[in-house]
């Protein structure tokens, strides 16, 4: 506090907190922004010790405390495991009708071979829906954080960015080049072949999303993103990502809404349709988190 | 075919998922802006037809979300509880973005208030799916959306002490859900379910048997302690008040009305849906919510009194208010869970109203936050200064405010229960706690400062933020409103708590 309290009777200071007169106390654990000290000027020097003596009694307990309750978590999951049905046991509780269920009929209910698929796609495609809320939410709080504007970019940031890009535009890596020039097209077709194939042998939505997202990565780290614009730019990035989620949420809609009324399925080939908006979610998600934290802009 | 009114509850779900989605790319705010309040009003009136079919039948049904039944796909179930708190929980948000839309387009960036959308509508989404959900791991997935969209709202402003608010905001969330998974995979390994229709039995089985103890308590443990830490139970509440506190109005206001009561929803469906009420009290997980429940209703406003910045005064207010829930599911009672669920109702539309009118009120005075410079800022915009003293005395507990009538439900639940001078006493001394750093509040925003001290503040204070704010003054009216109707009015929405209760365990 900046009057020192203990000289002032007990009634001004409750004069002075039912006027609510004091400051509001700064509570926050590292300060960025501080205000200069009003009243009364310490020195520096009391500042650092100050400081310094908070900083190494929180170090010295911190480590203390955390190990404490580490122990103890550590201490009762353990308790919890060893008294758990052993792992892989034919009749542990685990196995039961709905394991069961998924095996026998999944081929025939769902049309998917792949019984993963089946389960993540129709079973509880609910699920696997919110999943691709989360991944999208995570791009877009991304973006709300990185994604360059004129409260976290300055004139000299952005001109440091341009100088990197030209220096890399002059001297391209040659191999990087040559390597990304034969790799991409491989990659590209192996992650639609494990997108279209996800029902019928390992693979699907997500597996096929992060290779296409990795080519995708590839591509742009070694031609640049001069040349990464002419093939996705921001907004082709952000129709490709809005209409996968866009076409899955629709798409999943009309099935839960058939499923639920019992109506004859018309949506039989909508586990493939379902993998490639999962793929384009997914791909962007990889591919938007490579951008963002590199260069915060497309 | 099933009656059309049962599809109601699965399509506003995916409306606010669907228009989270189509807001990314929406490059105008203020179209988001209309998009998500008229969304909400919508799944607020679709709500209410839900509300009405069934509490008129008596029912709570089963929505298979696909073409599997129980225990095989997902589910989602639908009583009169869920579609309250579903129909209050869309109105309540509408109105917390009507009540804070000034300051939240001052304080995000126009670029970004498209994303800025998208995380309200999908966290609306993730709220009623918390609320609707039948199945724990599809609570978990909303769980995890509604918490990064949650750390979102508090990132929106983009200042210093918000990034780090956000940080520790997260990581704390991130234990909470964490524990809560692991949780879950124990309670998966020894029931063999994730259903809760299914889960239940297979629990009641093992605790008949008694097979399984301690790894049973222990993922009740776990579930119970993650959805305390996300929803801000008493001794893991250190990261509410900068979370809070330092966000943009309707920030605050949705995150401290909603976000931490979804959570709750949640634990109140497992308890009474999964573990049911006998078990949690002979594991004694009741008494050590109560304890939590009580501790947080003193210490909180303790806390409270200290705080001299309006908005993190507000926040430590809804730690105590938070305890006062967690003390109504700590009796162990029906009683005690229909106090709680009306509190969580009070709160939800208190919490807002004070920090919409807190705003308001800060933004008539330069946008300083200390009670100090606001003095006097009530007779600025009279509507903000009406709607502050209407929730802090509804959360003091004035007769015909709603907050009287839930501390009258929670101490009269405590009555049967062999712990009521504990919860009574505490019950009045929270009680007076809130009084003793509300009514310094609101004597600060009615009373005239000195001029040349006014005159201080106007100086900092742009013509804009002093014009008529009318899409606050709806909202201040509307949110008013609501908490009269729950202090006037409420014996019909205690009777839906009542059903909604009963027929939660079927």
């Avoid at chain 2, 005159?455 to 009318?470: G, I």
């Avoid at chain 2, 708590?497 to 027929?503: P, R, S, T, Y």
């Amino acid at each position: 506090m900046n009057k020192t309290p203990s000289k002032q009777s007990w009634w001004l200071r409750l004069v002075e907190w039912v006027d609510g007169d004091r400051e509001p106390k700064d509570q926050t654990l590292f300060v960025m922004e501080q205000r200069p000290p009003r009243h009364v000027q310490r020195s520096d020097a009391e500042f650092a010790t100050q400081d310094k003596h908070r900083l190494h009694r929180f170090r010295r307990w911190y480590p203390v405390c955390a190990v404490l309750i580490c122990l103890a978590l550590m201490g009762i999951l353990m308790a919890a495991v060893l008294t758990m049905p052993t792992f892989g046991e034919a009749d542990n509780p685990i196995n039961n009708e709905v394991a069961e269920h998924y095996l026998e009929y999944g081929l025939e209910e769902t049309g998917s071979a792949n019984v993963v698929t089946a389960m993540i796609l129709s079973y509880r495609g609910f699920d696997t829906l919110g999943e691709s809320c989360v991944l999208f939410l995570a791009v877009a709080a991304v973006m709300m954080l990185l994604l360059r504007d004129e409260k976290n970019t300055d004139e000299h940031d952005q001109q440091k960015q341009e100088r990197e890009d030209g220096i890399l535009a002059a001297h391209p890596d040659l191999i990087l080049r040559r390597a990304a020039w034969v790799l991409v097209p491989f990659v590209f077709l192996f992650a639609l072949y494990v997108l279209l194939n996800g029902e019928v042998s390992p693979g699907g939505g997500f597996s096929g999303g992060t290779i296409l997202g990795a080519g995708l990565i590839l591509y742009s780290a070694a031609y640049g993103p001069k040349q990464m614009r002419v093939l996705m730019d921001a907004r082709r990035y952000a129709a490709v990502r809005t209409f996968g989620l866009v076409l899955y949420v629709l798409l999943y809609g009309i099935y839960i809404f058939l499923g639920a009324n019992q109506m004859p399925n018309y949506l039989t080939g909508m586990t493939l349709l379902i993998d490639l908006a999962v793929g384009l979610v997914v791909a962007c998600t990889v591919y938007g988190f490579y951008v963002l934290f590199s260069r915060g802009e497309f | 075919m099933r009656p059309f009114v049962e599809n109601l509850p699965f399509l506003c779900i995916f409306l606010a998922i669907l228009t989270g989605i189509v807001s990314a790319v929406i490059p105008r705010g203020r179209v988001c802006y209309w998009m998500t309040v008229t969304v909400a009003g919508i799944i607020a009136v679709l709500s209410a037809v839900v509300l009405q079919y069934t509490y008129g039948g008596n029912l709570s049904f089963t929505y298979s979300m696909g073409r599997f039944a129980a225990p095989y796909g997902n589910a989602i179930q639908c009583g009169p509880l869920q579609a309250l708190l579903a129909m209050v929980f869309s109105v309540v948000l509408a109105l917390a973005l009507a009540g804070g839309k000034r300051d939240l387009f001052h304080d995000v960036l126009p670029g970004k208030l498209r994303l800025y959308f998208t995380m309200v509508n999908l966290l609306e989404a993730s709220l009623l799916a918390l609320v609707y959900t039948n199945d724990v791991f599809t609570g978990y997935v909303f769980i995890e959306i509604s918490t990064i969209a949650a750390c979102a709202l508090v990132m929106a402003k983009d200042n210093g002490p918000n990034l780090i608010a956000t940080i520790r905001y997260l990581f704390m969330s991130l234990l909470g859900s964490g524990l809560f998974l692991i949780g879950l995979t124990l309670l998966n390994s020894i029931t063999g379910y994730l259903l809760m229709p299914s889960l239940a039995q297979a629990v009641a089985e093992l605790a008949e048997s008694g097979d399984y103890r301690i790894p049973l308590t222990v993922a009740v443990g776990l579930i119970i302690g993650g959805l305390g830490i996300k929803s801000a139970m008493f001794p893991f509440h250190l990261w509410l008040p900068d979370a809070h506190g330092g966000a943009t109005t309707a920030s605050s206001a949705m995150l401290s009305g909603l976000v931490l009561k979804g959570y709750i929803v949640l634990m109140i469906t497992m308890m009474m849906r999964v573990f049911s009420m006998e078990l949690m009290g002979e594991l004694g997980v009741t008494n050590v919510i109560l304890a939590f429940g009580l501790l947080g209703m003193i210490l909180g406003s303790l806390e409270a009194m200290r705080e001299y910045h309006v908005k993190r005064m507000l926040a430590y207010s809804s730690v105590a208010q938070i305890g006062y829930i967690f003390m109504g599911l700590g009796l162990g009672t029906t009683a005690g869970v229909v106090a709680s669920c009306f509190h969580i109702l009070v709160h939800a539309c208190c919490k807002p109203l004070l920090f919409c009118c807190a705003g308001r009120l800060s933004a008539v005075s330069g946008h300083h936050k200390s009670l100090k410079n606001l003095r006097g800022s009530a007779y600025r915009d009279v509507s903000a200064g009406l709607g502050f003293t209407v929730g802090a005395l509804s959360m003091i507990g004035i007769p015909l405010f709603g907050g009287f009538v839930s501390k009258l439900y929670l101490a009269n639940a405590a009555l049967p229960t062999n712990r009521t001078v504990l919860a009574l006493v505490t019950l009045a001394l929270s009680t007076v706690l809130n009084a003793l750093y509300y009514v310094p509040a609101l004597l600060a925003i009615w009373v005239r400062p000195p001029a040349e001290a006014e005159q201080h503040v106007l100086e900092d204070t742009r013509p804009e933020d002093l014009a008529f704010d009318r899409s606050f003054t709806t909202a201040a009216i509307a949110l008013m409103a609501g908490i009269f109707v729950l202090g006037i009015f409420y014996h019909p929405i205690t009777d839906v708590l009542e059903a909604g209760i009963a027929l939660m365990g079927t």
